[in-house]
Protein backbone atom coordinates (compact mmCIF):
# COMPACT_ATOMS: atom_id res chain seq x y z
CA UNK A 1 0.00 0.00 0.00
CA UNK A 2 1.42 3.29 -0.31
CA UNK A 3 2.64 4.84 2.54
CA UNK A 4 0.55 8.18 4.13
CA UNK A 5 1.82 11.91 3.50
CA UNK A 6 3.37 14.16 5.52
CA UNK A 7 4.38 17.53 5.86
CA UNK A 8 7.94 18.51 4.22
CA UNK A 9 10.04 18.67 6.69
CA UNK A 10 8.11 15.61 9.08
CA UNK A 11 11.00 13.41 11.20
CA UNK A 12 11.51 9.70 11.51
CA UNK A 13 13.41 8.88 14.45
CA UNK A 14 14.20 5.53 16.34
CA UNK A 15 14.82 5.12 19.84
CA UNK A 16 16.56 3.14 22.79
CA UNK A 17 17.38 3.83 26.72
CA UNK A 18 20.78 3.37 28.48
CA UNK A 19 19.77 0.95 30.97
CA UNK A 20 18.03 -0.76 28.07
CA UNK A 21 21.11 -1.43 25.81
CA UNK A 22 24.76 -0.36 27.37
CA UNK A 23 25.17 -3.33 29.52
CA UNK A 24 28.86 -2.64 30.72
CA UNK A 25 27.48 -2.04 34.54
CA UNK A 26 30.89 -1.78 35.87
CA UNK A 27 32.63 -0.11 32.95
CA UNK A 28 34.61 2.99 33.61
CA UNK A 29 33.86 3.69 37.22
CA UNK A 30 29.45 3.69 36.42
CA UNK A 31 28.28 4.14 39.61
CA UNK A 32 25.06 2.32 40.73
CA UNK A 33 21.58 3.31 39.97
CA UNK A 34 17.69 1.91 41.45
CA UNK A 35 18.03 -0.55 37.80
CA UNK A 36 20.98 -2.00 39.50
CA UNK A 37 19.31 -2.92 43.39
CA UNK A 38 16.45 -3.78 41.17
CA UNK A 39 17.81 -6.34 38.83
CA UNK A 40 19.90 -8.00 41.60
CA UNK A 41 16.77 -8.45 43.98
CA UNK A 42 15.90 -11.81 43.02
CA UNK A 43 12.61 -12.24 41.88
CA UNK A 44 11.86 -8.83 40.86
CA UNK A 45 12.75 -9.27 36.59
CA UNK A 46 10.73 -12.21 34.85
CA UNK A 47 13.59 -14.04 33.43
CA UNK A 48 16.05 -13.02 36.20
CA UNK A 49 18.43 -11.29 33.29
CA UNK A 50 20.08 -8.27 34.86
CA UNK A 51 20.49 -5.89 31.61
CA UNK A 52 23.64 -7.91 30.75
CA UNK A 53 25.53 -8.87 28.07
CA UNK A 54 22.20 -7.81 25.60
CA UNK A 55 22.77 -5.41 23.03
CA UNK A 56 25.85 -4.12 25.21
CA UNK A 57 25.93 -1.14 22.95
CA UNK A 58 28.41 0.33 25.73
CA UNK A 59 31.01 -1.60 23.44
CA UNK A 60 29.17 -1.60 20.21
CA UNK A 61 27.82 1.94 19.28
CA UNK A 62 29.16 1.87 16.00
CA UNK A 63 27.02 -0.84 15.25
CA UNK A 64 24.48 0.65 16.10
CA UNK A 65 25.11 4.43 14.52
CA UNK A 66 25.71 2.15 11.08
CA UNK A 67 22.20 0.60 11.55
CA UNK A 68 20.92 3.90 11.88
CA UNK A 69 22.19 5.91 9.54
CA UNK A 70 21.23 2.44 7.13
CA UNK A 71 17.80 3.18 8.39
CA UNK A 72 17.77 6.32 7.31
CA UNK A 73 16.12 7.91 10.60
CA UNK A 74 16.72 11.71 10.94
CA UNK A 75 17.57 11.57 14.53
CA UNK A 76 18.38 8.92 17.32
CA UNK A 77 16.41 9.18 20.90
CA UNK A 78 19.31 7.44 23.32
CA UNK A 79 19.52 8.48 27.31
CA UNK A 80 22.04 9.38 28.93
CA UNK A 81 23.18 7.39 32.10
CA UNK A 82 23.40 9.55 35.07
CA UNK A 83 25.39 6.97 37.37
CA UNK A 84 27.85 7.05 34.12
CA UNK A 85 28.19 10.79 34.07
CA UNK A 86 28.27 11.43 37.79
CA UNK A 87 28.54 8.29 39.74
CA UNK A 88 26.88 7.99 43.09
CA UNK A 89 25.24 11.85 41.84
CA UNK A 90 28.78 12.80 42.97
CA UNK A 91 31.47 14.36 40.94
CA UNK A 92 31.84 14.06 37.26
CA UNK A 93 33.41 10.65 35.98
CA UNK A 94 34.84 11.88 32.63
CA UNK A 95 35.20 8.07 31.55
CA UNK A 96 31.44 7.57 31.49
CA UNK A 97 31.06 11.11 29.83
CA UNK A 98 33.25 9.84 26.96
CA UNK A 99 30.81 7.20 26.06
CA UNK A 100 28.51 9.91 24.74
CA UNK A 101 31.06 12.11 23.40
CA UNK A 102 32.16 9.70 20.91
CA UNK A 103 28.16 8.54 20.00
CA UNK A 104 27.46 12.15 19.33
CA UNK A 105 30.27 12.59 17.14
CA UNK A 106 30.03 9.27 15.61
CA UNK A 107 25.98 10.04 15.08
CA UNK A 108 26.97 13.74 13.13
CA UNK A 109 29.75 12.21 11.57
CA UNK A 110 26.93 9.72 9.99
CA UNK A 111 24.17 12.65 9.48
CA UNK A 112 21.55 11.17 12.28
CA UNK A 113 20.79 13.94 14.68
CA UNK A 114 21.49 13.02 18.33
CA UNK A 115 18.31 13.50 20.69
CA UNK A 116 19.56 12.31 24.00
CA UNK A 117 17.57 11.93 27.05
CA UNK A 118 18.99 13.07 30.33
CA UNK A 119 16.70 11.01 32.21
CA UNK A 120 15.18 7.59 31.61
CA UNK A 121 15.04 6.02 34.30
CA UNK A 122 18.01 5.19 36.60
CA UNK A 123 18.47 7.07 39.16
CA UNK A 124 21.92 6.92 40.86
CA UNK A 125 21.06 4.48 43.93
CA UNK A 126 22.61 7.32 46.42
CA UNK A 127 19.58 9.16 45.97
CA UNK A 128 17.40 7.14 46.40
CA UNK A 129 18.57 6.24 49.57
CA UNK A 130 18.17 9.81 50.63
CA UNK A 131 14.53 9.45 49.49
CA UNK A 132 14.86 9.50 46.08
CA UNK A 133 12.21 11.47 43.42
CA UNK A 134 10.24 11.49 46.67
CA UNK A 135 12.96 14.45 48.03
CA UNK A 136 13.32 17.89 46.44
CA UNK A 137 16.95 17.63 46.81
CA UNK A 138 16.89 15.01 43.58
CA UNK A 139 16.36 18.15 41.77
CA UNK A 140 18.79 20.16 42.64
CA UNK A 141 21.23 16.97 41.93
CA UNK A 142 19.41 16.34 38.95
CA UNK A 143 20.52 20.27 37.36
CA UNK A 144 24.05 19.46 38.38
CA UNK A 145 23.95 16.50 36.42
CA UNK A 146 22.16 18.25 33.43
CA UNK A 147 24.51 20.82 34.02
CA UNK A 148 27.20 18.57 32.99
CA UNK A 149 26.11 16.82 29.92
CA UNK A 150 25.12 20.41 28.72
CA UNK A 151 28.58 21.52 29.12
CA UNK A 152 30.03 18.76 27.61
CA UNK A 153 27.64 18.02 24.86
CA UNK A 154 25.83 21.73 24.24
CA UNK A 155 28.35 22.28 21.50
CA UNK A 156 26.85 19.46 19.24
CA UNK A 157 23.88 18.69 20.71
CA UNK A 158 21.02 21.29 20.43
CA UNK A 159 18.15 18.70 20.87
CA UNK A 160 17.22 17.09 23.84
CA UNK A 161 14.43 15.50 25.99
CA UNK A 162 14.55 16.17 29.15
CA UNK A 163 12.45 13.73 31.46
CA UNK A 164 11.08 10.23 30.07
CA UNK A 165 7.51 8.65 31.34
CA UNK A 166 7.27 10.44 34.79
CA UNK A 167 4.29 8.25 35.27
CA UNK A 168 6.02 5.57 35.15
CA UNK A 169 8.34 6.34 37.45
CA UNK A 170 5.69 7.61 40.12
CA UNK A 171 2.99 5.07 39.56
CA UNK A 172 4.66 1.93 38.88
CA UNK A 173 8.51 2.79 40.15
CA UNK A 174 6.73 4.47 43.55
CA UNK A 175 3.06 3.70 43.87
CA UNK A 176 2.76 0.03 43.17
CA UNK A 177 6.49 -1.13 42.91
CA UNK A 178 6.50 -2.61 39.64
CA UNK A 179 9.33 -0.73 38.42
CA UNK A 180 12.43 0.38 40.17
CA UNK A 181 12.67 1.62 43.16
CA UNK A 182 9.64 -0.93 44.06
CA UNK A 183 8.09 0.72 46.43
CA UNK A 184 4.23 -0.02 46.99
CA UNK A 185 3.17 3.51 48.90
CA UNK A 186 -0.36 4.31 46.28
CA UNK A 187 -1.02 7.75 46.75
CA UNK A 188 1.96 8.87 48.62
CA UNK A 189 3.84 8.22 45.84
CA UNK A 190 2.69 11.69 44.12
CA UNK A 191 5.23 13.91 45.57
CA UNK A 192 7.67 12.21 42.86
CA UNK A 193 5.36 13.34 40.52
CA UNK A 194 5.98 16.95 41.50
CA UNK A 195 9.45 16.76 41.79
CA UNK A 196 10.15 14.90 38.47
CA UNK A 197 8.04 17.50 36.93
CA UNK A 198 10.11 20.18 38.28
CA UNK A 199 13.52 18.46 37.72
CA UNK A 200 11.86 18.74 33.53
CA UNK A 201 11.41 22.51 34.02
CA UNK A 202 14.78 23.35 36.36
CA UNK A 203 17.01 21.42 33.04
CA UNK A 204 14.84 23.12 30.37
CA UNK A 205 16.46 26.19 31.82
CA UNK A 206 19.60 25.30 31.86
CA UNK A 207 20.15 23.51 28.28
CA UNK A 208 18.05 26.52 27.18
CA UNK A 209 21.38 28.64 28.95
CA UNK A 210 23.58 26.11 26.57
CA UNK A 211 22.55 26.91 23.35
CA UNK A 212 19.52 24.48 23.28
CA UNK A 213 16.90 24.83 20.22
CA UNK A 214 14.71 22.03 20.98
CA UNK A 215 13.78 20.76 24.51
CA UNK A 216 10.68 19.28 25.97
CA UNK A 217 9.75 16.86 28.50
CA UNK A 218 8.58 13.16 27.10
CA UNK A 219 5.43 11.94 28.94
CA UNK A 220 3.55 8.33 28.46
CA UNK A 221 -0.45 8.93 27.39
CA UNK A 222 -2.97 6.81 27.06
CA UNK A 223 -6.52 7.40 25.38
CA UNK A 224 -8.67 6.22 28.63
CA UNK A 225 -12.01 4.61 27.98
CA UNK A 226 -14.48 3.56 30.40
CA UNK A 227 -15.58 -0.25 29.93
CA UNK A 228 -19.35 0.43 31.19
CA UNK A 229 -21.24 3.42 31.62
CA UNK A 230 -20.92 3.26 35.44
CA UNK A 231 -17.39 3.04 35.08
CA UNK A 232 -17.12 7.50 34.05
CA UNK A 233 -15.75 8.52 37.33
CA UNK A 234 -13.49 5.94 37.20
CA UNK A 235 -12.14 6.64 34.10
CA UNK A 236 -12.00 10.32 34.57
CA UNK A 237 -9.92 9.77 37.77
CA UNK A 238 -7.41 7.38 35.85
CA UNK A 239 -7.28 9.91 33.37
CA UNK A 240 -6.47 12.88 35.60
CA UNK A 241 -3.79 10.56 37.09
CA UNK A 242 -2.03 9.11 34.36
CA UNK A 243 -2.52 12.01 31.85
CA UNK A 244 -3.80 15.01 33.00
CA UNK A 245 -1.46 15.34 35.93
CA UNK A 246 1.71 15.05 33.74
CA UNK A 247 0.46 18.01 30.86
CA UNK A 248 -0.99 20.17 32.65
CA UNK A 249 1.44 21.64 34.70
CA UNK A 250 3.72 21.39 31.86
CA UNK A 251 1.52 22.71 29.44
CA UNK A 252 -1.01 25.35 31.38
CA UNK A 253 0.93 25.73 34.56
CA UNK A 254 -1.55 24.17 36.52
CA UNK A 255 -2.24 21.06 38.51
CA UNK A 256 -5.86 19.30 37.47
CA UNK A 257 -8.21 19.49 40.51
CA UNK A 258 -6.59 16.31 42.76
CA UNK A 259 -9.09 16.81 45.64
CA UNK A 260 -11.20 13.56 44.95
CA UNK A 261 -7.63 11.56 45.50
CA UNK A 262 -7.12 12.94 48.77
CA UNK A 263 -3.62 14.25 47.43
CA UNK A 264 -1.75 17.63 48.29
CA UNK A 265 1.44 18.10 46.35
CA UNK A 266 4.51 19.55 48.21
CA UNK A 267 4.47 22.85 45.19
CA UNK A 268 6.62 25.57 46.78
CA UNK A 269 5.99 29.52 45.32
CA UNK A 270 7.59 29.63 41.95
CA UNK A 271 7.44 25.85 41.26
CA UNK A 272 4.75 25.58 38.56
CA UNK A 273 6.46 28.81 36.52
CA UNK A 274 9.76 26.39 36.31
CA UNK A 275 7.48 23.73 35.75
CA UNK A 276 5.72 26.03 32.57
CA UNK A 277 8.96 27.07 31.46
CA UNK A 278 8.40 27.45 27.66
CA UNK A 279 9.78 24.51 25.56
CA UNK A 280 9.73 24.25 21.50
CA UNK A 281 7.68 20.78 21.54
CA UNK A 282 5.71 18.24 23.61
CA UNK A 283 6.66 14.58 23.77
CA UNK A 284 4.31 11.86 23.57
CA UNK A 285 4.41 8.14 24.00
CA UNK A 286 1.87 5.92 23.29
CA UNK A 287 1.27 2.51 23.02
CA UNK A 288 -2.37 1.55 23.24
CA UNK A 289 -5.51 2.72 24.95
CA UNK A 290 -6.71 2.03 28.50
CA UNK A 291 -9.93 0.68 29.66
CA UNK A 292 -11.30 1.45 32.98
CA UNK A 293 -13.81 0.21 35.24
CA UNK A 294 -14.37 0.80 38.89
CA UNK A 295 -12.54 -1.47 41.34
CA UNK A 296 -14.52 -3.25 44.12
CA UNK A 297 -15.17 -1.21 46.87
CA UNK A 298 -12.66 -2.37 49.43
CA UNK A 299 -9.79 -1.67 46.72
CA UNK A 300 -6.91 0.98 48.02
CA UNK A 301 -7.52 2.68 44.14
CA UNK A 302 -10.96 3.53 42.76
CA UNK A 303 -9.96 1.92 39.24
CA UNK A 304 -8.99 -1.38 37.74
CA UNK A 305 -7.24 -1.66 33.90
CA UNK A 306 -9.17 -4.40 31.90
CA UNK A 307 -8.80 -5.96 28.75
CA UNK A 308 -10.19 -3.66 26.19
CA UNK A 309 -13.00 -5.46 24.49
CA UNK A 310 -12.93 -6.55 20.64
CA UNK A 311 -9.53 -5.59 19.99
CA UNK A 312 -6.28 -7.81 19.34
CA UNK A 313 -3.17 -7.38 21.36
CA UNK A 314 0.70 -7.48 21.60
CA UNK A 315 3.12 -9.79 23.14
CA UNK A 316 2.89 -7.83 26.21
CA UNK A 317 -0.68 -9.37 26.87
CA UNK A 318 -4.41 -8.45 27.42
CA UNK A 319 -3.86 -5.26 28.61
CA UNK A 320 -1.30 -4.02 25.62
CA UNK A 321 -4.51 -3.70 23.14
CA UNK A 322 -3.74 -2.69 19.49
CA UNK A 323 -5.79 0.26 18.67
CA UNK A 324 -4.21 2.63 16.04
CA UNK A 325 -7.72 5.18 16.04
CA UNK A 326 -6.73 5.56 19.87
CA UNK A 327 -3.46 7.67 18.83
CA UNK A 328 -5.53 9.93 16.76
CA UNK A 329 -7.96 10.21 19.43
CA UNK A 330 -5.62 11.15 22.06
CA UNK A 331 -4.15 13.59 19.90
CA UNK A 332 -6.92 15.14 18.51
CA UNK A 333 -8.34 15.73 22.33
CA UNK A 334 -5.36 16.90 23.45
CA UNK A 335 -5.08 19.78 20.86
CA UNK A 336 -8.80 20.36 21.96
CA UNK A 337 -8.17 20.62 25.60
CA UNK A 338 -5.02 22.78 25.36
CA UNK A 339 -5.18 24.70 21.85
CA UNK A 340 -2.25 26.67 21.51
CA UNK A 341 -0.98 25.88 24.69
CA UNK A 342 0.38 22.94 22.88
CA UNK A 343 3.30 23.26 21.34
CA UNK A 344 4.47 20.80 18.05
CA UNK A 345 4.00 17.35 19.17
CA UNK A 346 7.07 14.69 18.75
CA UNK A 347 5.47 10.80 19.09
CA UNK A 348 8.62 9.80 21.21
CA UNK A 349 8.04 6.11 21.32
CA UNK A 350 5.41 3.72 19.47
CA UNK A 351 6.10 0.20 19.11
CA UNK A 352 5.32 -3.32 20.04
CA UNK A 353 6.69 -6.89 21.01
CA UNK A 354 5.90 -10.19 19.70
CA UNK A 355 6.54 -13.41 20.85
CA UNK A 356 9.93 -13.94 18.48
CA UNK A 357 13.07 -16.52 18.90
CA UNK A 358 15.96 -15.85 21.24
CA UNK A 359 18.00 -17.33 18.39
CA UNK A 360 16.04 -17.36 14.47
CA UNK A 361 16.91 -19.50 12.01
CA UNK A 362 16.81 -16.74 9.31
CA UNK A 363 15.63 -13.50 9.22
CA UNK A 364 12.35 -12.77 11.51
CA UNK A 365 9.45 -11.80 9.39
CA UNK A 366 7.52 -9.52 11.95
CA UNK A 367 4.76 -8.74 10.34
CA UNK A 368 2.43 -7.96 13.23
CA UNK A 369 5.12 -5.53 14.12
CA UNK A 370 4.78 -4.04 10.41
CA UNK A 371 1.38 -3.87 10.60
CA UNK A 372 1.18 -2.16 14.29
CA UNK A 373 3.82 0.42 13.50
CA UNK A 374 1.98 1.21 9.83
CA UNK A 375 -1.14 1.59 12.05
CA UNK A 376 0.13 4.41 14.07
CA UNK A 377 2.03 5.69 11.41
CA UNK A 378 -1.09 6.39 9.47
CA UNK A 379 -2.78 7.44 12.67
CA UNK A 380 -0.59 10.44 13.21
CA UNK A 381 -1.30 11.72 9.51
CA UNK A 382 -4.85 11.60 10.43
CA UNK A 383 -4.17 13.65 13.48
CA UNK A 384 -1.96 15.94 11.02
CA UNK A 385 -4.60 16.02 9.12
CA UNK A 386 -7.37 17.17 12.03
CA UNK A 387 -4.86 20.03 12.53
CA UNK A 388 -2.37 18.41 15.18
CA UNK A 389 1.27 19.68 14.90
CA UNK A 390 2.75 16.66 14.95
CA UNK A 391 6.55 17.02 13.74
CA UNK A 392 8.05 13.82 14.42
CA UNK A 393 7.46 9.83 14.83
CA UNK A 394 9.84 7.58 16.64
CA UNK A 395 9.91 3.62 16.55
CA UNK A 396 10.64 1.93 20.25
CA UNK A 397 12.75 0.10 19.15
CA UNK A 398 16.36 0.35 17.15
CA UNK A 399 16.91 -2.92 19.01
CA UNK A 400 15.24 -5.89 21.25
CA UNK A 401 16.44 -4.62 24.67
CA UNK A 402 16.23 -5.32 28.07
CA UNK A 403 12.12 -4.84 28.95
CA UNK A 404 12.63 -3.57 32.42
CA UNK A 405 10.72 -5.86 35.12
CA UNK A 406 10.18 -8.43 31.65
CA UNK A 407 13.96 -8.56 31.15
CA UNK A 408 14.55 -10.05 27.75
CA UNK A 409 11.16 -11.70 27.57
CA UNK A 410 9.60 -8.47 25.18
CA UNK A 411 11.53 -7.96 21.89
CA UNK A 412 10.39 -4.67 20.62
CA UNK A 413 13.60 -4.55 17.96
CA UNK A 414 13.17 -3.24 14.86
CA UNK A 415 16.23 -5.37 14.87
CA UNK A 416 17.00 -8.48 16.63
CA UNK A 417 19.39 -8.97 19.41
CA UNK A 418 21.12 -12.38 20.52
CA UNK A 419 20.72 -11.45 24.03
CA UNK A 420 24.34 -13.56 24.77
CA UNK A 421 26.05 -12.98 21.97
CA UNK A 422 25.23 -8.97 21.24
CA UNK A 423 24.58 -10.21 17.42
CA UNK A 424 22.33 -7.83 15.80
CA UNK A 425 19.91 -9.03 12.89
CA UNK A 426 17.70 -6.91 11.06
CA UNK A 427 14.12 -7.81 10.66
CA UNK A 428 11.59 -7.42 7.93
CA UNK A 429 10.08 -4.38 10.15
CA UNK A 430 13.77 -2.95 9.37
CA UNK A 431 13.44 -3.07 5.47
CA UNK A 432 9.68 -1.49 5.94
CA UNK A 433 10.85 1.47 8.05
CA UNK A 434 13.97 2.20 5.79
CA UNK A 435 11.66 1.69 2.72
CA UNK A 436 8.42 4.17 4.30
CA UNK A 437 11.37 7.26 5.12
CA UNK A 438 12.56 6.80 1.71
CA UNK A 439 8.95 7.06 0.17
CA UNK A 440 8.15 9.69 2.34
CA UNK A 441 10.85 12.22 1.77
CA UNK A 442 10.87 11.70 -2.04
CA UNK A 443 6.83 12.39 -1.89
CA UNK A 444 5.35 8.82 -3.21
CA UNK A 445 2.88 9.41 -0.51
CA UNK A 446 -0.75 10.34 -1.28
C1 LIG B 1 9.47 4.06 28.22
C2 LIG B 1 9.79 2.82 28.09
C3 LIG B 1 10.59 2.02 27.31
C4 LIG B 1 9.91 0.68 27.23
C5 LIG B 1 8.78 0.71 26.25
C6 LIG B 1 8.08 -0.61 26.11
O1 LIG B 1 9.95 5.07 27.90
O2 LIG B 1 8.50 3.78 28.80
O3 LIG B 1 9.34 2.13 29.18
O4 LIG B 1 11.74 2.07 28.07
O5 LIG B 1 10.84 -0.24 26.89
O6 LIG B 1 7.83 1.65 26.64
O7 LIG B 1 7.48 -0.94 27.31
Keep these: PVPPAFPTG ?30 E ?3 LVRDGSTAEPGP ?18 DRYRFSISWTRVRPGGGAVNPAGLDYYDRLVDALLEAGVTPFPTLYHWDLPAELEAEGGWLNRDTVSGFADYARSVADALGDRVKNWYTINEPVSTSLQGYAIGELAPGRQLLFESLPSVHHQLLAHGT ?9 AEQVGIVNNHTQVL ?13 DVLHNRVFAEPVLLGSYPDLAALGVDLPIRDGDLETIRTPCEFYGVNFYNPTTIRSAPQESPIPFEQVPTPGAAHTGFGALWPIVPGALTEFLVDAKQRYGDAL ?22 DDTDRIAYLDGHIRAVADAIAQGVPV ?11 FEWAEGFTQRFGLVHVDQVTSARTPKASYGWYRDLIAQVRTGAGQ
Design 226 to 238: PAREEDGTAAYLY
Design 10 to 39: FRWSAATAAFQIEGARGADGRGRSIWDDFV
Design 391 to 401: QEYTVWSLLDN
Design 56 to 73: DSYHRAADDVALLSELGV
Design 343 to 364: PPVIVGENGASFPEPDHPDGRI
Design 203 to 211: AAGILHDHG
Design 41 to 43: TPG
